[in-house]
């Protein structure tokens, strides 16, 4: 059981970060695996755990919000392996040109 969790983990690390990312010493590793640990627990959603993150489990899911409503700041991690998504504050009277859009030319299917 050990050896499944553990080729599971290492299979993980391989497709989402190392296939990705040119690892170039030691130091740089341990930064790397750190930062990519904090993305996995704090915001990365898990199917096993219904979409939640593991920070998330112990509380329950957050209260539903209309994103129509919010402008949305996404962040990449690690220089793009990984993006985390956050609702920006803003004022309610703003336009909706102020919304977060898509470059012009891109569909939706395409920012995948």
Known sequence: MANAICERAI???ARELFDRTLIINEEHLRRTL?????????????GALGQLTPAQAETGPPAPVNLADYRIHRKAILGGPAHEYQI?????GQPPDSYFRAPQGVTEGSML
């Open 34 to 46: 750190t930062t990519y640990l904090v993305h996995r627990n704090e915001a990365r959603p898990h």
């Open 88 to 92: 920006a504050a803003w004022t309610p």
């Open 11 to 13: 299979g993980e690390l």
